[in-house]
């Protein structure tokens, strides 16, 4: 598998995953809410939440693995302290080496499951083929989708994706009109479509990897 060239901040090797960050340096501090699809950036790379949630006592919010630099700071678009980059696993080099990032949250942080109008409702999915999807980022904000393909951890989407998006939420639409949380996204491949890890599989993966006293819990509304 390839990865769009266009999509990354280096070129890796053949069939390498792209990491979307791009960078901006880091302003003054203000209070903020971490809340899924919201930019993240540290001195020199931006990306965007996932979704959030908390291991006993400590929250985090999310991103893709190649968003992951040890021990950076993490701001919000308005310069705002968020946290810092805590622990990873996986480089998102290959479908094979999907993971995770885990950003430690400020203790002045607020924590949200909100997109805005609408929160996330079930993190517990299975995604399919055909069906329609949604995903929030820095640089292309709200874009939408289908479905084209499906893998063992990951599933393929026709959504336009650049710079900044990785990490970011992808969901669909429930009945009740808000969100079934559905994954993250990686990054765009050479042979065309964007590639997005599963909910179920970023989960099962921190639960493995990360360490914490407890499981770790998403954020529902």
Known sequence: ????????????????AVCLGVGFPATAQVQVTAYPGMTIRTADRICSVGATG??????????????????ARVYDANGGLVGWF??????DSTVANLGFALIRLAN????????GTFGIQSTYTEPFVGEGVC??????????????????HYFITDFNADRGDSGGIVYNQTPEGRAA??????????????????????????DA?????????????
């Open 181 to 206: 949380f559905l994954g993250i996204l990686i990054g765009g491949r050479e042979s065309g479509g964007v590639v997005v890890e599963t909910a179920n599989y970023l989960r099962d993966t921190i």
């Open 108 to 115: 002045n942080v607020g924590i949200s499951a909100s997109l």
């Open 54 to 71: 908390h291991m006993g006592s400590a929250q985090y919010a999310v991103t893709a693995a190649h968003c992951f630099q040890q021990g």
């Open 209 to 221: 990897h990360a360490v914490g006293y407890d499981s770790f819990r998403w954020y529902i509304e």
């Open 86 to 91: 805590e622990q990873s696993y996986g480089d």
């Open 1 to 16: 598998m390839h990865y769009r060239n266009t999509l990354s901040m280096s070129v890796i090797v053949a069939a390498l």
């Open 135 to 152: 995903h929030v980022g820095w640089a292309t904000t709200w874009t939408c989708g289908t479905i084209t393909s499906i893998g063992d």
